[in-house]
């Protein structure tokens, strides 16, 4: 096991409330996507044990998952060291994308 520093949650850059989380396949380190979290889904995702997050569009939180039965089971949640985007690691169920893709990220840009 790695010797992580802990991190106090009220250390973390919430910048106008919302930090970037990243979600990555605990397995492989295959980026499934992208999305935000304010405090409150912050704490939701480390007691439940599945990622909450808060929708920025629809201005609410949500459960990943809890629609599609595509849960997403953290197993470790890390801190950039600047304190202002997240890695959330995840056993993931089913497809990330709600295009029924495995990951968000299925299309390259041409360069």
């Keep these: 096991m790695e010797n992580l520093d802990k991190v106090n949650l009220k250390k973390i850059s919430f910048n106008n ?19 935000y979290m304010n405090e409150e889904s912050l704490r939701k995702t480390i007691e439940t044990g599945t990622t909450w997050f808060w929708s920025r569009s629809r201005n609410e ?35 990330a994308c709600h295009t029924g893709k495995r990951t968000c990220f299925y299309r390259n840009v041409s360069i």
């Design 61 to 95: 939180f949500w459960n990943k998952g809890a629609t599609s039965g595509h849960y997403q089971y953290v197993k470790a949640i890390y801190v950039d060291c600047d304190e202002d985007t997240l890695l959330i690691k995840v056993n993931q169920i089913g497809p």
């Design 17 to 35: 409330g919302l930090v970037p989380a990243i979600v990555q396949d605990f397995e492989n380190n295959e980026v499934l996507m992208l999305a």
